[in-house]
């Protein structure tokens, strides 16, 4: 595993929680540059993996060719796990792991767009189709702008970002962005995290609908799952981590039945999963090899014999 250009995050937290069983079949939701999908297959397992950036389904070809018919890798967003697996009769299935956000791989080409450490075109694209970064940016109105990146970049500044971005369009490059913040917010060279951060991962989530994808998949997930089958998700922020939080809760029946001062408002599902683990944090010695793990936490539960939950089932 050497070879793949980047450090899978929570690796052997990861393999524990899925607790493969040679001859299972697993899916790896988020493939990128396989590090998780070449530790399963050391495992035994025959993997279904995904993701819709055209450049990891290329580079993957290897990995498929050396796979001897034990690796199925699918050019797809995971919101479109279950529809996928049950075309190809691969449903249901054993564990299902998601390595939620931008891979490593991405933020390392430039020309992508989704880094502000080298200037590149303002693209930020996933699946490199549809509307970009720059064309949002500098069509979009100043209130939406605003709006976006203080849901989802939790800016606290949104508003005064938002006017500097539209007084200084048309934008076109990831450094002129960059500058365009931190001038809003104020910059010292020393400063532990650029102010630009947040304005980059608001922008990323909404052009890739990244949250609604996630809420998708985990719906998805639930579906093709076998009974004792294990879900198991490495997130990167807050949005993502309580959106993962609030599931297994949910669909655990964790979440109290309502009260006389909020009451039910539906019947209660039989649980979906079981409680799930503790949360599971990278350690000092994972930091020092890889200081992208620093955020990420992973959640993990098994499925229970229950049916999926529909749209209509309430907590």
Known sequence: MTDAPHIPVLLDEVLDALA????ETHVDGT???GGYTRAMLGAGASVVAFDRDPTAIANGARIVAESAGQLTLIHAPFSRLAEELEARGLAP???VVLDIGVSSMQLDQAERGFSFQQDGPLDMRMAGEGMSAADWLNNADEGEIADVLFHLGEEPRARRVAKFIVEARPLTRTAELAAVVRRALGHRPHDKKDPATRTFQAVRIHINRELDELTDVLAAAERVLKPGGRLVVVTFHSLEDRLVKRF???RSGSTPAGSRHR???GPRAEPSFETPAKAVRPGEAELVRN???RSATLRAA???????????DKV
């Not at 493969?20 to 001859?23: D, E, N, S, V």
């Not at 014999?305 to 209509?312: D, R």
């Open 20 to 23: 493969i069983a040679p001859g």
């Open 31 to 33: 493939f990128g540059a």
């Open 93 to 95: 299935v054993d564990g």
């Open 248 to 250: 297994f809760r949910e």
């Open 263 to 265: 009451p039910a408002v």
């Open 291 to 293: 200081p992208r793990a």
């Open 302 to 312: 098994r499925r229970t014999e229950a049916a999926p939950w529909s749209g209509e």
